[in-house]
């Protein structure tokens, strides 16, 4: 929920996803937090006041998308497990393993001023798929950073290697499209315990469900990204975005 220019980081993944063509949505929140449901419920009196003052251009923007239904699964706040992997093994009773479905994580995005995103690039492979960033030069130590062959499908995601030993320049930013049968993997890590530092990574399942023989396509990100998981990375995002949106 913090802003990224006017609008929450959140509303960003949410747009894209509608343009992808996503009909449900679902949140994974801690406890009964409520800061989530109450942005994405329709405020009224808001609506009413904007039109009184001539400003009804700003009511889109205000409103809840239409044609989609958002959940919202509630996280136990007394489960200490922490990681990637456990939001999207909370979702496992509402997959199927004959679907495909979209996983995204919710600090940061990948912004395109054309208006095209690239989760819709992503969902339109129509094929198990991960959205990779090219990052030309810099540290990438802090990433889970993706090995792929020539054509482009992936091997594996060394996570946050050390400098000098990463397989490739392009991190992966938590943006996949996988089969349902993925959280049979999700469940297999979960139940074998967290890694040795004490998280359940994501990346850890999707090597294994490639090791089982899934091809997962890499598919390049167009988009600027704007990564807010940290206080540093969320300033030089707004920063950027206030100059070039």
């Known amino acids: 929920m913090l802003p990224l220019g006017n609008r929450p980081v959140i509303d960003y993944i949410v747009a894209d996803c509608v343009k992808a063509g996503i009909t449900d949505i679902y ?98 492979t129509g094929e198990p798929a ?33 400098p000098g030993e990463e397989p490739s320049r392009m991190i992966s930013v938590s943006k996949y499209v996988l089969p349902g049968s993925f959280m049979k993997y999700a469940d297999e890590s979960m139940r074998a315990g967290a890694n040795e530092h004490g998280e359940f990574f994501i990346t850890d399942p999707i090597n294994a469900l490639v090791d089982a023989g899934t091809n997962l396509k890499v598919v390049e990100a167009v988009g600027t990204y704007l990564d807010t998981g940290t206080v540093e990375s969320w300033v030089k995002a707004n920063a950027w975005l206030l100059e070039h949106a």
């Open 130 to 162: 991960i959205l990779g960033v090219p990052v030309p030069e810099g540290d990438i130590s802090r990433y889970g950073v993706i090995a792929h062959d020539e054509q482009l499908y992936f091997s594996h995601i060394a996570e946050k290697p050390a």
């Open 27 to 124: 949140f994974v929140v801690s406890g009964e937090a409520s800061q989530l449901r109450s942005f994405y419920s329709r405020n009224v009196e808001l609506e009413e006041m904007l039109r009184g003052k001539g400003k009804s251009d700003l009511i889109e923007s205000i409103t809840p998308p239409t044609g989609v239904t958002l959940h919202f699964i509630e996280q136990d706040l007394n489960d200490g497990r922490y990681g990637t992997t456990v939001p999207v093994w909370l979702c496992r009773d509402y997959v199927s393993d004959d679907e495909l479905v979209l996983v995204v994580m919710g600090d940061d995005v990948t912004y395109a001023r054309d208006g095209k995103s690239d989760i819709e690039r992503l969902v339109e």
